[in-house]
């Protein structure tokens, strides 16, 4: 029987055999003297018990006394040992079990998660990068970046694959995950509440709670719905809101810069099934390739198979044989980019208003405004000249057009204009004649 497979990420533990998911556990603990709950039952209570709660302990899983430790609980390692456990235990105790970490463990958290593995008393047979598996099974040759969201952090893995898939440099974003993402989203929530029911849900340990529960749900209609309506339920009233998906995307907007302004042009982006679910994301992230839900289960599936024993000196894996039936290709933005543009701006779209383009051009504002004159705001300059539209940078800002900077400044309609460091997006058009051919 092929070995279980366990993806290791401070948001949530996943356990699959044959790409089928057998155990999930989102990461979080709480201590309660000598007992300890992991998963979702604590996750449904954090807020209720936050002097008890912990989930930092995968992101930075160490040895380090807690803050509060007890006999139950002395360090993050005991946490991590606790959640792997009862994965291991809710799974009904694979034989073999292979490893898929993420690339922002240390050599020393991967030592001590080797560990915490015998001490769970399971038969580790492998241990892989999770971005190299996640694209074995699904990409074709090329350079690209994958791009997973954690829950205090976002890693950028370079992946260069030709007959295999090598794992290149490894960039960590701290500080953009969904725990300081969704803080963010309760509170807009809270305030749409507030606004339209006159109920402040976060005056309520109980109700802030009920908010974060529900977020997952929420986000999930938002995909493919403009707007819901969205209610909670406070001693025997119902309080009722309506929240678009413009809104939430443009709360997320800055973690999505975040993200943005650390990838290359020179690369195809791959997004993690769970990063692409936020409403807004990938169109954000224009010619972002998504990875399928179970795709990390599908690169390891040929690990899953060796009869390779438990060893403390396993070594993590950073290469693995490429697909040979890929369902994504590479398309590298740069290429795209230097190509001269098809089709003549007429005007830049900002918001929902569009500013039409001339010789005597428009200025770009970090406001998302756009405006005859300069002024302090000001971070480019956008006009129409004899080889088309062109934009230069002003005030010693960085812009980008389709996520390149280069000396080369002629943008055309369907381009994307963005400034280094500011949030909106400027998007050129074309205004078309309805009876042209």
């Not at 300081?180 to 989203?185: G, P, V």
Request: with cysteine.
């Amino acid at each position: 029987m092929s070995a279980a497979i366990i993806e290791l990420n401070d948001h949530e533990i996943r356990l699959a055999r044959d790409t089928a998911v057998l155990a999930r556990s989102p990461s979080g603990a709480i201590i309660r003297g000598n007992t300890i709950e992991v998963g979702e039952q604590a996750i449904a209570q954090a807020l209720l018990n936050p002097r008890e709660y912990h989930n930092r302990y995968w992101y930075q899983l160490d040895q380090a006394p807690l803050r509060r430790a007890t006999r139950a609980a002395r360090h993050h390692a005991d946490l991590a040992f606790r959640q792997l456990e009862q994965l291991y235990r809710d799974a009904g105790k694979p034989e073999t079990v292979v490893f898929a970490v993420p690339g922002g463990f240390s050599k020393a958290q991967l030592a001590l998660l080797l560990g915490i593995v015998e001490a769970c008393h399971m038969r580790a047979v492998a241990l892989v990068d999770a971005a190299v598996a996640s694209a074995a099974a699904q990409v074709g040759p090329g350079r690209y970046q994958h791009i997973d969201m954690q829950l205090h952090r976002t890693v950028v893995t370079e992946l260069n694959i030709g007959a295999t898939v090598e794992r290149g440099q490894v960039d960590i974003i701290d500080g953009v995950g969904f725990d300081k993402l969704t803080d963010r989203l309760v509170a807009f929530v809270a305030d749409q509440f507030l606004a339209q029911s006159r109920f402040d849900p976060l005056h309520q340990a109980g109700t802030e709670q009920l908010l974060h529960n529900e977020m997952p749900l929420w986000l999930d209609l938002l995909n493919t719905q403009r707007e819901i309506k969205v209610h909670l339920d406070f001693r025997g009233s119902r309080f009722e809101a309506r929240i678009a998906r413009e809104e939430i995307v443009g709360v997320a907007e800055a973690s999505y810069r975040s993200i943005h302004d650390r990838l290359s042009a020179n690369a195809t982006w791959l997004a993690s099934s769970r990063l692409a679910s936020l409403p807004g994301f990938v169109d954000y992230h224009r010619g972002c390739a998504v990875l399928g839900d179970t795709a990390v289960f599908e690169g390891a599936a040929a690990l899953a198979q060796t009869e390779t024993p438990t060893a403390s000196g396993l070594s993590l894996i950073a290469s693995l044989p490429a697909s040979t039936s890929p369902t994504i290709t590479s398309t590298p933005r740069a290429a795209a980019s230097r190509a001269a543009p098809s089709l003549i701006a007429t005007h830049i779209v900002s918001g929902a208003r569009a500013f039409p383009l001339s010789a005597d051009g428009i200025y770009l504002n970090t406001d998302g405004s756009i405006s005859s004159t300069a002024n302090a705001r000001t971070v480019a300059q956008a006009k129409l000249t004899g080889n088309g539209a062109v934009i230069s940078a002003e005030n010693g800002a960085t812009v980008r057009v389709n996520g390149l900077v280069t000396a080369d400044s002629v943008f055309g309609a369907g381009d994307e204009i963005t400034i280094e460091g500011a949030a909106p997006v400027y998007l050129p058009v074309c205004l078309a004649n309805p009876d042209a051919a």
